[in-house]
């Protein structure tokens, strides 16, 4: 089946620094890619897509300059939490759907926690 | 109205029991359907795709109501280690570049 890598599973950083989540896709190509944030007891809440070789496109209220987004190659995006904050403490996680997956659904990253201090 | 709906829980029953959960949705344009499960601060995880005709799993089984525009999942003979929330999902085609939209998700709570 898909396979999605994210890493890494859990950081803990100080207010305003920045902290790299990467999501591979490890046995299929991904042009698109979904970023999640979940906080406790809540759902999962779409933060982006993410486009191979173009722009992310963000949801409302989602801070593009915030949360930089990259997917350079089929099998690789990034998001960048900039000068993070304690209230962007959070579980992040990637999704992707591999192409004619038919009944495989979005596969998931093992997600990110993130703790700002 | 939320584009999918899902009762949020939780369900507390009792090992062995049968539990049914529903979701509907808005989109009548939806194509793919799934059920994930997601157990507390782990990621969502297919639990099974969701077919017009229907679809088992061991004790698990899903159907697909277009004409009322909802799915449900059945849970039989249910085990402690199904504890988890159930995630319901929509999408509106089969392509990898649509987004799929989540319910809120149902608790569900066995206990012995």
């Known amino acids: 089946g898909a396979v999605v890598s994210q890493h890494p599973s859990r950081v803990i950083c100080k207010s305003g620094t920045s902290v790299k989540i990467e999501c591979r896709s490890l046995?299929?190509?991904?042009?698109?890619m979904f970023w999640y944030r979940q906080f406790p007891k809540q759902s999962l809440m779409l933060m982006a897509t993410?486009?191979?070789?173009?722009?992310?496109?963000?949801e409302q209220g989602v801070e593009k300059d915030k949360f930089l987004i990259n997917h350079a190659s089929l099998t690789l995006s990034t998001l960048t939490v900039t000068s993070a904050h304690p209230e962007d403490s959070s579980f992040y996680i990637c999704?992707?759907?591999?192409?004619?997956?038919?009944?495989?659904?979005?596969?998931f990253g093992s997600g990110t926690r993130l703790t700002v201090v | 109205r939320k584009e999918v709906e899902q009762d949020p829980g939780p369900f507390n029953v009792p090992e062995g029991a049968t539990v049914a959960f529903n979701c509907t949705y808005s989109n009548s344009a939806s194509q793919s359907f799934f059920w994930y499960r997601q157990d507390c601060r782990k990621e969502p995880k297919l639990l099974m795709s969701?077919?017009?005709s229907g679809n088992e799993d061991g004790r698990f089984t899903a159907q697909l109501n277009r004409a009322s525009q909802y799915i449900s999942l059945l849970i039989r003979d249910s085990k402690l280690s199904d504890s988890a929330t159930y995630l319901c999902v929509v999408s509106p085609a089969s392509g990898g570049s649509y987004i799929p939209t989540f319910g809120r998700g149902t608790s569900l709570i066995v206990h012995p």
């Open positions: 046995d299929f190509q991904a042009t698109t």
């Open positions: 999704s992707a759907r591999a192409q004619g997956a038919g009944g495989y659904g979005y596969t």
């Open positions: 993410s486009n191979e070789g173009s722009k992310a496109t963000y």
């Open positions: 969701v077919y017009s």
